[in-house]
């Protein structure tokens, strides 16, 4: 069996965005039955040096459009990143799981080899398709996807593994 790049990633992306998705509908809730500041859970940080709740939802949509965008030979979307409530970070994850939706599957697929570079000056980083996925994008995307979880699950909400993991495809 063949390794599939658009497997391990496109689906991957879907299923832990879309979790993410579902754990802001319980932070919603949890602030409006404990009548909280909003604010209060999407500037939290773990610590002060690192970024705080709403930037960490920003950045795992970041990686993830990223990622298909670069694998598919395609321009990575620009977004502004001034979502202030859950709704507008769940608007953000929609529109992140409309453009993974619309690269195509064999596009993926060639990016394997396809030479991939990342950021600018002393930042430049330079990959091959297989590795930037493997090493780089999806441990940047669930590294913060992860840090959002737990952002919330320290400050109450009532989530678990099978909250972060979601609905896996068949």
Do not use: C, W
């Not at 790049?5 to 965005?17: E, G, H, N």
């Not at 990686?63 to 409530?85: C, H, I, M, N, T």
């Not at 690269?103 to 396809?114: K, T, V, Y």
């Amino acid at each position: 069996m063949s390794f599939s790049l658009y497997t391990a990633s496109i689906p991957v992306f879907r299923q832990i965005l879309t979790s993410l998705a579902d754990i802001l509908d319980k932070a919603e809730q949890h602030v409006e039955a404990k009548k909280i500041d909003p604010n209060a859970l999407l500037q939290y940080r773990l610590f002060p040096d690192m970024l705080p709740f709403t930037r960490q939802i920003q950045i795992a949509t970041d990686f993830a459009k990223g990622a298909g965008a670069r694998l598919a030979g395609q321009d990575v979307p620009s977004y502004e990143d001034g979502e202030k409530s859950f709704g507008e970070l769940k608007l953000r994850i929609r529109k992140t799981l409309v453009f993974l939706d619309s690269l195509p599957q064999g596009a993926i697929e060639d990016g394997a080899e396809r030479a991939i570079t990342t950021g600018s000056g002393e930042k430049t980083r330079h990959f091959i398709g297989r590795n930037y996925l493997l090493h780089y994008a999806l441990p940047h995307f669930f590294f913060h996807a992860t840090t959002a979880y737990d952002i919330l699950r320290h400050n109450g909400i009532e989530i678990g593994k099978k909250d972060f993991i979601g609905a896996m495809p068949e």
